[in-house]
Nanobody, 116 residues
Framework: QVQLVESGGGLVQAGGSLRLSCVTS????????AGWYRQAPGNQRELVAR???????NYADSVRGRFTISGDNAKNTVYLDMNSLKPEDTAVYYC??????????WGQGTQVTVSS
């Protein structure tokens, strides 16, 4: 069973920074991608950042240059460093793993609120 547990969300002023962490556990083999998505009230869930097993990354246009995704294999953890936060970054942030042949797995989400 695959489990993803996010942490690091909270309330921050515009211009501030947060680091989200996603600790993974369970029968995890052949990770294709790991990513962060977010969903604001009334909006669809959208991709924020994604990293492949080969290390290549892609970002939403709205966060490129401000957010950085990274992983620590030894700690089974995926990070999202968020800088220069804006009120429009307010959302629930979800960690995602795409496992080759097994599909997608999601964490429970962590709330990020950016005040103006």
């Amino acid at each position: 069973q695959v489990q993803l547990v996010e942490s690091g969300g909270g309330l921050v002023q515009a211009g501030g920074s947060l680091r989200l962490s996603c600790v993974t556990s369970g029968s995890i083999f052949s990770i294709q991608t790991a990513g962060w998505y977010r969903q604001a009230p009334g909006n669809q869930r959208e991709l924020v950042a994604r990293i492949s097993s080969g290390g290549s990354t892609n970002y939403a246009d709205s966060v490129r240059g401000r957010f950085t995704i990274s992983g620590d294999n030894a700690k089974n953890t995926v990070y999202l460093d968020m800088n220069s936060l804006k009120p429009e970054d307010t959302a629930v942030y979800y960690c995602n793993l795409e496992l080759r042949g097994l599909g997608n797995y999601w964490g429970q989400g962590t709330q990020v609120t950016v005040s103006s």
